[in-house]
């Protein structure tokens, strides 16, 4: 399918739009071999993208899950020296994070450099369930209808997240939440709500793809039919 060239690099976790238009703008982005322009445009599952010589589209597909540790952050850089999932993952080309698990979150990222397929997965319109297994400190029975409850993030409101208790004890206990957005710190949003403090925060579902047992720092390629069930997202 055809996009413009910085929706594409953008969407491949190269840069930001503007930082796009001007790498194209240098003549620093090749399509195909030839030198692009604004405006242009490229199909990245058939056309070659060169950025700063470096191929982003065109080659081979790469599809891995990782179990984030904390105390690194979902991006490819940061400008404040802080580890980066990208320091855990090594095949060979650049892959880039799936939407986004916060600093202290661990557990099921996808990695790629299928951008088209990142972009369906983020995309707001597409609600694929994410379960987390939450470890709480509180009162779990003051505090269950206000988790079940939505609430208002960026002057939006939240779907309602379902919840399940795993383990409850005298100050907290064990939280199975699935929810079918992406917003911003929802789960710990919610909890602040529902005044519980949050402990442990790990992702270990993505639709039907189960985090299983994969050790926390290691990543693994995606079968053949797990890449097939995310297309068909």
Do not use: F
Request: aromatic content about 4%; charged content about 30%; some cysteine.
């Amino acid at each position: 399918m055809l996009e413009r060239l910085q929706k594409i690099m953008a969407a491949y976790g190269e840069c930001s739009r503007r930082s796009a238009e001007k790498l194209i703008s240098d003549g620093k982005v090749r399509v195909n071999g030839v030198v692009a322009s604004l405006g242009d445009k490229a199909d990245p599952a058939t056309d070659v993208i060169e950025v700063s010589g470096r191929v982003i589209s065109g080659g081979e597909r790469y599809y891995i899950m990782l179990n984030k540790p904390r105390g690194y952050i979902t991006s490819l850089d940061d400008e404040h020296n802080r580890k980066t999932v990208s320091e855990l993952v090594d095949v060979g080309t650049r892959v880039h994070p799936v939407g986004r698990l916060d600093y202290n979150s661990e557990g099921l990222l996808i990695m790629t450099n299928d951008g088209e397929l990142t972009y369906r997965l983020t995309h707001p319109s597409h609600e694929i369930p994410k379960g987390y297994i939450v470890t709480v400190r509180g009162k779990l029975e003051d505090a269950l209808t206000t988790l079940k409850s939505s609430i208002v993030i960026d002057g939006r409101q939240t779907r309602p997240a379902d919840i399940s208790v795993l383990r409850e004890n005298s100050d907290g206990g064990l939280l199975h939440i699935t929810i079918r957005e992406g917003r911003n710190r929802q789960i710990r949003r919610l909890c602040e709500e529902a005044n519980l403090k949050v402990l442990r925060l790990k992702r270990v579902s993505l639709g039907d793809l189960v985090l299983e047992k994969l050790p926390a720092g290691r990543w693994r390629h995606l079968t053949e039919s797990e890449v097939k069930y995310l297309k068909s997202l």
